[in-house]
């Protein structure tokens, strides 16, 4: 599973992100953070472990979709996961 939280004004890139990083990569979930109102300017990627895969409050921009999708990659491939399997039901 991967969160993002993000401030209104980034809903669209949240779900294009979403729909990229779905796509790319059958085992992986991508949902709103849940919680508190986000901060204002942030888009900040998570893995469900709390390893951050990109921050934009850090990085001072918003993600790349390819960035996003090679730090998830080696995030994945690091956790001895096959980023190309299909989901099982379990999410990453």
């Known amino acids: 599973m991967v969160r993002v939280e993000f401030d209104p004004p980034g809903v669209d890139r949240f779900i294009q992100l979403a729909d990229v990083l779905e ?7 991508v949902e709103e953070a849940e919680g508190a109102d986000a901060r204002e300017g942030a888009f900040e990627v998570t893995h469900e472990d709390g390893t951050v895969l990109f ?4 990085a001072g921009r918003a993600p790349e979709a390819l960035e996003v999708l090679e730090a998830l990659e080696a995030k994945l491939r690091a956790d001895g996961e096959d980023p190309a399997a299909p989901r099982d039901g379990r999410g990453c």
Do not use: N
Request: aromatic share 10%; proline share 9%; hydrophobic share 45%.
């Open 23 to 29: 796509d790319a990569f059958p085992s992986v979930m």
């Open 55 to 58: 921050s934009k409050l850090d």
